[in-house]
């Protein structure tokens, strides 16, 4: 199963403390883990835990540093307790015995969410944003990569979208009718995924949908409904009038076959977005 970020079902937030909290789980699940330098994205993931966890922001290496200082604790109050103990509760006390906090970041849920919204997701279409999907990418490439060294074997797919004459149809229609036509796309982008797909706004008319665990076929076919759905929708105004239709194409790539990073995979699905656009639009292309 790859990380779990849907929007819209139990608690966004929750689903999103558990995935960094699971990943920094299997990070450090080994105690010889603690002596190995990590990956780039695994300092991200540290980064981002304790941001999501306690409003404290540090550099990547700090943040590594003080996440293998929690699961030192751990693993002694675990020991002293005879249970375990929540890798959230070690960090709380170890950041108010080291006075990072004067006093526990405790507020509202609402509150928390809103803040914690607004760094990740797209104002606009309620997708996530460019910067929380190229990570969440990245942790997927990660999680894969491991799975391939142990033997495992896995994949991942990803399906770039750009909806076709965007910028004419803004022109002659306006901006309102442009940005119903991104909130149509992203409404139907949101209605296809499984719950473990991640979809974001990538930039502008680009979206970007990451598929764990997903062959390079069953990617294609994803997009291929997304886009079909996307030909059959109307966009209509607030006077309950119909505007021009707009068409979306896009391009899928596989990791491993198609990339070795979360760049390459990017890269190589924008390359079958541009063969799609050269061959009429409207259609998905598969590297």
């Not at 590594?64 to 890798?87: C, F, H, I, N, Y």
């Not at 108010?96 to 607004?118: C, D, G, N, Y």
């Not at 979809?199 to 979206?207: D, I, N, Q, T, V």
Request: net charge negative; proline share 2%.
């Amino acid at each position: 199963m790859g990380l779990k970020y849907s929007l819209g079902e139990d608690s966004e937030m929750d689903q999103i403390k558990k995935a960094l909290l699971d990943h920094l789980q299997e990070m450090f699940a080994a105690s010889d883990e603690l002596e190995k330098p990590i990956s780039s994205e695994q300092g991200e993931v540290c980064r981002e835990a304790l941001k999501v966890l306690s409003g404290i922001e540090m550099r990547e290496d700090e943040a590594e540093d003080l996440w293998k200082q929690v699961w030192t604790r751990r693993q002694e109050m675990s020991q002293k307790l005879g249970r375990e103990v929540a890798l959230e509760v070690v960090l709380l006390d170890l950041l108010l015995q080291e006075q990072f906090l004067r006093f526990p970041r405790v507020m509202e849920a609402t509150h928390f969410e809103k803040i914690s919204q607004a760094a990740m997701v797209d104002g606009h279409t309620g997708l996530y944003n460019a910067t929380f999907i190229r990570r969440a990418l990245a942790l997927e490439v990660d999680r894969i990569q491991r799975k391939l060294e142990a033997g495992e074997g896995g994949e991942l797919s990803v399906a770039f979208f750009d909806l076709d004459d965007f910028k004419p149809f803004n022109d002659s229609y306006g901006h309102l009718a442009g940005d119903l036509a991104l909130m149509q796309f992203a409404s139907i982008l949101k209605t296809s995924c499984r719950k473990t797909d991640i979809a974001g706004r990538y930039g502008g008319e680009e979206f970007l949908l990451v598929l764990p665990d997903t062959a390079k076929g069953n990617a294609i076919r994803v997009a291929e409904r997304v886009r079909s759905l996307m030909e059959r929708a109307e966009i209509v105004v607030d006077m309950g009038e119909i505007m021009a239709k707009v068409t979306v194409s896009a391009g899928v790539a596989t990791y491993p076959e198609d990339g070795d990073t979360s760049e390459d995979l990017i890269d190589a699905a924008d390359r079958a977005l541009y063969r799609a656009k050269q061959k009429g639009k409207n259609r998905v292309e598969g590297v």
